[in-house]
């Protein structure tokens, strides 16, 4: 059984907004909503057990920024963009 955690993504826009700004005040200037939800539903899909709204909010509202920032350094090392193939 997939869940389809999308559906919830406008009705927990407020949460997904205070952690970016929170994450803002903490000086990650750069942390957006998109990658705030990404890196709450790679956590959540590790678990592979069904989650509940309320359980979601709870591992939104508790990311910390640890967490958040070792999501997107291994994104990076995903990510196949040659860096410098700009400077060409």
């Known amino acids: 059984m997939k869940q389809q955690f999308e559906v919830w993504r406008s009705d ?5 907004i205070s952690k970016v700004d929170e994450f803002h005040l903490l000086g990650y200037d750069r942390a957006t909503a998109n990658e705030v939800w990404d890196c709450v539903l790679y956590q959540l899909r590790k678990k592979k057990e069904f989650t509940h709204i309320n ?3 709870n591992e939104l509202l508790t990311l910390k920024p640890q967490t958040y920032m ?5 994104q990076s090392y995903k990510d196949p963009t040659d860096w410098f193939a700009e400077l060409e």
């Open 70 to 74: 070792t999501w997107l350094t291994v």
């Open 12 to 16: 927990l826009k407020p949460a997904i």
């Open 55 to 57: 359980s979601f909010v």
